[in-house]
């Protein structure tokens, strides 16, 4: 057990891409955690997926042994995802921390999520690091940035260090400042254990491994152990530390950070946020635990192979051992058949699951476009929530609908408060806050509907803005709105899978524009097939897919019939990618792209 | 065989020529390779025909017995580039070999601008009975385009040379959609090509197959064959040729009464057939096979004393009844349902096919009433699983 004196615990912030990963890299390097064999660029990011988008998806913590001027201390670094879809990842990283070192890009300053992950910290009562990072790059303009940053903090800009996570320069200074500038833990080491849960993973083998920080007491292997929120009382098998290698250690004690395995095989036996005790010593009471991640976004997820439902149920199951944010019920559609309706936390989180399921699970899937949640007021009184434009009552059976908004908070440079404002008004946002940081740089805080921020709003607000402006938001309520449910119907039969609930105002052209984006994509068939898109009985577009005339081949082929047959089979093959609905054959991709229909 | 004036569509006669014989025997050689094909052919070669035509002479002497033979095609290439007798030879020795029936198709596939009188009047009386020439198009600029080295006037002529030799059968083969092609081309062509003295017209959709030169063409721009105008212009001369008298038999062909083609009968039939030379395809004893495609090495292997086949496929039964119905439903006939048939109808591929009007089944056949979009039908029947 290490002397909390001698214990740093901090969690690395920043807005996407500003370097976080990278830095923990040189920090292991330094602190001679890896040998120069075992490195590789952002070594936390483990997942396959994070290495090949190059962004962190899960929080990684890792301890490392810093030598100070006054001797050794243990520094337990989280690094966290700088993506918005992954923000409640960064509270709980912090909420095992007494320090953050927030991380600043000096050729971009301060963007959406830099502002937003520093409230955090400073809401979590957190002692925060600033840091410019990237120095090394000539666009660098770090006596600006330190300045924008400064001012966000209420800090004096002499205080913001500078390193280069690149080179390693300026890393030594900020483990010093670490060691100096962030309080050692506190906690009575004689008490009843209180140990924060902030993370779990599911490893086949060991089954249940939690990330722990202990804040009060000790737990050593063999203890029994009690869940306090759920009441499980499993022996600690294990417990230990990860440096990044798993290094298993007889005891963990205050301060420290580390991992746990029960016996427990089951993840929703072991909630992310519970406290762990002794059962013989119990805590008085739990520590302050997490908000469940809610989904923003919900899309169906449907097999091509009907016979892969059961699969396909596993396989979620299995992901979701790993991923607490992933919601999912089963859903049938006329159209798709048997699948399920999942819950994400955004579009990213969205992709990043459909992509684990086809690739490590070898599922092929349709996904269909995603929806917010919306809610409905029924005439009898009640509400229902509706996660699927299918189950949005008709309008006899309800009094109101309602669509959740987010608070939105929109950093941009001054030149394009213009631009900004002007796209916000067009997503039927309502002003809150405009506020300089700097000269240079406006935050604007609006009310938005979640459905519009998360369904093209980001990409059209980089392009309008060159990419110099930066998006967050949080939820915010829900609220009144007037929205129809936007129906499509292939050869005059309704097609669940690209019904849309949306704005009255917009279904005139989301319609239009829908019909005809399915026209392109859906190829010609044997007859014509009509496109019509509908708000009620109404229709208010209509495309025909026109029949095709030709597809035979029709040459002289001598005796060999083997070489046409061949060609044939691999026609056939391609028809693998189509879904029937109905008597007409849509390609997959139609389903998702119904999606891009609103972009410019 | 065919009856005397049986239509070319009628479904015993279709069903009759499973229970044919054929033989084929490819000659690879051509003056030069015109841009849109791709069968097994070499440009020139002058120096090798003489020992070509023996190795195929030496091919058929190795045959497994075999016959006798209702139908026997000479295709290409251009058989014509080789000489009259030597082509008489050939088809001697496989009449020695397997016996031809009497009244037995001896068909052969000639250029126009190979065609004259004293090979005309060679090959009939060596026992040649048919002859299906290579026009194209009657219009010179788009004959140009294909690559073609004769002239509209040559196939006109080459029809009537091939009925005064005694030619019982003339048949000429014109493609429909290459990029010169108009109109008023493609309907001129057809319009003269029904005042030959033919009793056969096969019309092909010019396809771009992989490796030609057309391909590599329109890869890099050039217009390539536009289905739509490709259906439009296979419906106009449809209509004509059946005004005309003719009777459309299978997607690409159409005869007069009594003048439908027996290798192509027997082929779509499920028919077996021996086969020589060059790239040439084999179906006995229920498995298909083929020839090495390259002149040097079929050479090679022949006159070594060793077999030229390259490779084989054999179906299991399932494989086969798919085929079987594939083949069967290109003919007007159409084919009995059979297992497969039978499958394919209660599919869901198969409903969807009969709902959109192009699967038939009328008077115990299933026929496709739609030919142009045949392949919808060819892939659903690939697609059946008999096993399961
Ligand atoms: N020139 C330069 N590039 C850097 C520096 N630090 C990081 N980068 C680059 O910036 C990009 C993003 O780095 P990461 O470390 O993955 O950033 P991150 O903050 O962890 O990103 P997320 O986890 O996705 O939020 C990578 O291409 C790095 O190589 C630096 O100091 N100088
Ligand atoms: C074996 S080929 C060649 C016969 C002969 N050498 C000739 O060219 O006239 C038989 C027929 O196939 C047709 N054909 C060849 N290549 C084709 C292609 N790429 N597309 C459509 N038809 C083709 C032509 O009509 C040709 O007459
Ligand atoms: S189309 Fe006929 S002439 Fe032209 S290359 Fe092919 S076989 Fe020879
Ligand atoms: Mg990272």
Redesign the interface.
Known sequence: MTDVSRIRNFSIIAHIDHGKSTLADRMLEQTGALSARDMRAQVLDSMDLERERGITIKAQAVRLRYQAPDGEYLLNLIDTPGHVDFSYEVSRSLAACEGAILLVDASQGVEAQTLANALLALEHGLEVIPVLNKVDLPAADPDRVAEEVAGVLGEDPERVLRVSAKTGEGVGALLEAIVERLPAPSGDATAPPRALVFDSYYDTYRGVVCSVRMFEGRISTGDRLRLMVTGETPDADEVGVLTPRVVPVAELGPGEVGYLITGIKEIDRIRVGDTVTRDDLRAAGPLPGYREPKPMVYSGLFPTEGDDFERLREALEKLRLNDAALVFEPETSRALGFGFRCGFLGLLHMEIVRERLEREYDLDLVATAPSVAYRAVLSDGGEVEVHSPQDLPDPGGRTAVLEPYVRAMILTPSDYVGTVMELLQQHRGEMGSMQYLSPERVELVYRVPLAEIVFGFFDQLKSRTRGYASLDYEPDGYRESDLVRLDVLLNGTPVDAFSAVIHTDRAYTYGRRLAERLRELIPR???DVPIQAAVGSRVIARETVKA?????????Y?????RK?KL??R??EG?RRMK?VG?VEVPQEAFISVLRVDED | MAAAEARPDAPDLADAAAAWRGA?V?IPFCRRVCPYCD?AVVAGAGEHRGRYVEAVLAEIGMAEPFGPLQAVAF?GGTPTQLAAADLVRILHALAERFGIDRGAEVSLEANPEDWDRPTAAALAAGGFTRVSLGAQSFDRAVLTDLGRLHRPDDTRRAVAEARDAGFAHVNV?LIFGSPAEDDRSWEGGVAAALACEIDHL????L?VERGTALSKAVAAGAPGPV??V???R?EWAMTEAAAAGFVRYE??NSARPGSACAYNLL?WAQGE?E?FGTG????RDGA?A?NVRRLDRYLERVEAGRRPQSGS?SLDAAGREQ?RL??GLRRAAGAVPGRAGEALLAS?WGR??V????LESRDGRLIVA???????V??AV??LDLDG
């Open positions: 068939q044997m007859f095709k005339r030709k597809d035979v081949l029709a040459k002289c001598g005796g060999d019939v083997t047959r044939l089979e026609q056939k028809k029937m008597q | 084929y490819h069968f295709g083969d096969s019309t092909y959709a396809t289905a739509d490709q259906a439009a296979y997607t690409s082929t057939y086969a040439a395809h084999r179906h298909r083929w496929e085929e594939l083949l869901p969807r096919l709902e959109a009007g192009v739609r030919p142009l979009l045949g392949d919808e060819s892939r690939l697609a």
